[in-house]
């Protein structure tokens, strides 16, 4: 079975300051990669996601996030990040069937 | 294109009682799957409909069920509620199975939001 981990539980940081957050799977088999962020009060929402090709994917609201293969990651990132960006993010991985394997989510804070 | 609608948005019930959340997914999308947010446990799978026929489960006990009408609509019951089941449920459907294509992305709803007293 996979299984996802996300290596930060909180991030604080100013705006303007770049983001990373780091999303590790465990599965051997190809996978369908995804990040979700969850604003305060709303629904889960789909930032992006990788399923095959260019390992560089690019999202909205200015993320990306790159695919290591041999490094079984997924980490999202953002130059320059803006008080809106506060909100929870997770990392999901999807292997056959639309079954997602979710982390357990990073609550980012951007200060003003 | 409406999104992943789910009802009721925001119930309270009581222990022992049952519960049925229904969820009509993006018009065209085939599969629905359902997801139960706590702040404890985080985002856990139940269940994943396809074509009216349940393709996955969880690690939940049997309380928790599901169904998918030919309409592509589902609903998901709780019978015998614990207050551990105070969550959120999330439904998400997409357009096909499988891992290759974009007809893969996931899409949620809001959530219907349980309350066990």
């Known amino acids: 079975a996979q299984s996802v981990s996300q290596h930060n539980h909180h991030v604080i940081l100013s705006e303007a300051a770049s983001l990373e957050l780091g999303c590790n799977y465990s599965y051997g088999g190809t996978v369908n990669l995804f990040w979700y962020v969850q604003y305060p009060g709303q629904h889960l929402q789909l930032l992006l996601k990788y399923f095959s090709g260019d390992p560089l994917v690019k999202g909205i609201k200015g993320f990306e996030a790159e695919f290591i293969k041999s490094k079984f990651s997924f980490n999202l990132r953002k130059p320059s990040v803006q008080w809106s960006d506060t909100a929870e993010y997770f990392c999901a991985v999807k292997a056959a069937g639309n079954k997602l394997t979710f982390g357990g989510g990073t609550r980012v804070l951007v200060k003003p | 294109k409406a999104g992943v609608t789910q009802t009721p948005r925001y119930l309270i019930k009581t222990r022992g009682q049952q519960v049925t959340l229904s969820c009509s997914p993006i018009s065209g999308h085939r599969s629905v799957s359902w997801y139960q947010q706590t702040p404890g446990q985080g985002l856990q799978f139940l269940f994943e409909y396809f074509s009216e026929t349940q393709r996955n489960k969880g690690n939940f006990p049997g309380r928790f069920s599901g169904r998918q009408f030919s309409n592509s609509r589902s609903e998901m019951n709780v019978s015998t509620l614990e207050l551990g089941d105070s969550a959120l449920y999330l439904c998400?459907?997409?357009?096909?199975?499988?891992?290759?294509?974009?007809?893969?992305?996931?899409?949620f709803g809001e959530g219907s939001w349980l309350t066990v007293v």
């Open positions: 998400a459907s997409s357009l096909s199975q499988g891992i290759r294509g974009s007809g893969n992305t996931i899409y």
